[in-house]
């Protein structure tokens, strides 16, 4: 799995497993044609997506960002997402580095939809309990109050089973708004996918690495028009992601794609009026290219 150094932290991606949504959902006005020569569609129209986390380790600190959708799901569920864990799972990436789910100190959702934070909670013994059992668990308080209160279009993805467990627990920080929680790892918000979005921002004298959840969930979603059918306000979410772009550009960032299924981390170049992917590292990458990080 590609890793990163930056500033005293090693970054590297962790596939936790994939699921298929639907195409067309994925892809909001962007016709067919345009997205189904990269993302084949199966039978059901779904394409598959990865569900991939972020393991950032040093400061005395081992934190993971996002969890997948963890093992939870009943089997109608799992066949609806098509949730596939036969090649990863977040316990045998985790097992590949020598470490299991009791070593993370902290997870930082960067929402409660169930394909980011389903992963937090885990059924054993009849109970529902924390999956990372030593770990403190961060999402935004807009967030927060915005799963408990979904909308209707939102409802299906805010499953209370993933997170109401963890306040129970007393393991939950609601954070209002940008965060610095440690030296060069800060937190900041993005509306247009849904209310309390946060994203990583994680820099070092080495260079800067993006995670940016669902406000560039795959590659294609570089180019600013491809906004998920499933975006709460497809124009914050256009907005947010230019100003992200041009932000990383400037600072010859990574960034990592949640989604994609086969691009790890990739950096971002401006393409005339709107951008497209300079160099990229694929998802089973051993590293990433030499060079500035
Ligand atoms: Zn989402």
């Not at 934190?63 to 959708?69: A, K, N, Q, S």
């Not at 089973?161 to 937190?187: C, D, H, K, R, Y």
């Not at 100003?243 to 794609?257: K, S, T």
Request: include cysteine; charge should be negative; charged fraction near 25%.
């Amino acid at each position: 799995m590609p890793a990163l150094t930056l500033g005293g932290w090693s970054a590297r991606t962790l596939e936790t497993g994939f699921l298929w949504l639907d195409g067309g959902a994925m892809f909001g006005s962007v016709p067919r044609p345009l997205w189904s020569r990269d993302h084949p569609p199966d039978e059901r129209n779904r394409i598959r997506l990865a569900m991939r986390c972020l393991l950032v380790e040093g400061h005395g600190r081992r934190i993971l960002i996002d969890d997948g959708v963890g093992d939870k799901f009943s089997a109608k569920l799992a066949d609806i997402y098509r949730v596939e864990h036969a090649e990863h799972t977040l316990e045998r990436s985790l097992a590949t580095l020598g470490l299991e789910v009791g070593d993370v100190t902290d997870v930082v959702l960067t929402h409660l939809h169930f394909d980011h934070a389903g992963g937090s909670t885990a059924q054993r013994e009849g109970r529902l309990d924390p999956r990372l059992p030593r770990a403190r668990y961060f999402v935004q308080r807009r967030n927060w109050d915005n799963a408990r209160r979904p909308n209707p279009r939102e409802r299906a993805s805010y499953l209370p089973e993933n997170f109401e467990p963890l306040m129970e627990a007393g393991v939950l920080t609601l954070w209002e708004g940008p965060q610095e929680p440690w030296p060069g790892f800060s937190l900041f918000t993005a509306d247009g996918h849904t209310r309390g979005q946060q994203l990583a921002r994680i820099a070092g004298p080495e260079g800067t690495l993006y995670f940016v959840a669902d406000l560039i969930p795959t590659a294609a979603h570089v180019r600013i028009p491809f906004v998920m059918g499933y975006d709460m306000a497809a124009i914050e979410t256009m907005d947010e992601k230019r100003a992200l772009l041009e932000r990383a550009i400037r600072e010859h960032a990574w960034i990592c794609l949640e989604h994609d299924p086969g691009i790890a981390l990739a950096r971002p170049v401006a393409d005339g009026d709107d951008f497209a992917w300079g160099e990229r590292v694929p998802a089973g990458a051993d590293a990433v290219p030499s060079g500035r990080a």
